[in-house]
Nanobody, 126 residues
């Protein structure tokens, strides 16, 4: 019932910035959490950031805190991830995900999200 399309990935040098987008359609995002996960080759899928749609409250993994900012444009049903001070370790496919009624402790767990986009590749060169 929720379709998600990511865009904005690409190649950037270490220290650079990139902004990726997640456009949602279908079911309303009221009461939803929208999150960004990433997966590098040979590694598990990793939580990076989440935002509660109603309140705008944000949550970050320690690995990206202070460098990444998640935001939303409610009118456009779109979430963004602004990535600054990028490092080669940030290289991954970035996935947008949506879940409903999640408590804080569940926000970082991929199993609680019902809908996923196809992902967008972010590559950071050294």
């Amino acid at each position: 019932q929720v379709q998600l399309v990511e865009s904005g990935g690409g190649l950037v040098q270490a220290g650079g910035s990139l902004r990726i987008s997640c456009a949602a359609s279908g079911r309303t995002l009221r009461n939803a959490a929208v999150a960004w996960f990433r997966q590098a080759p040979g590694k598990d899928r990793e939580f990076t950031a989440a935002i509660r749609w109603n309140s705008g409250h944000t949550y970050y993994a320690d690995s990206v805190k202070g460098r990444f900012t998640i935001s939303k444009d409610t009118a456009k049903n779109t979430a963004y991830l602004q990535m600054n001070s990028l490092e080669p370790e940030d290289t991954a496919v970035y996935f947008c995900a949506v879940g409903f009624g999640l408590i804080v402790s569940s926000l970082s767990s991929s199993v609680h999200y019902n809908y996923w986009g196809q992902g967008t590749q972010v590559t950071v060169s050294s």
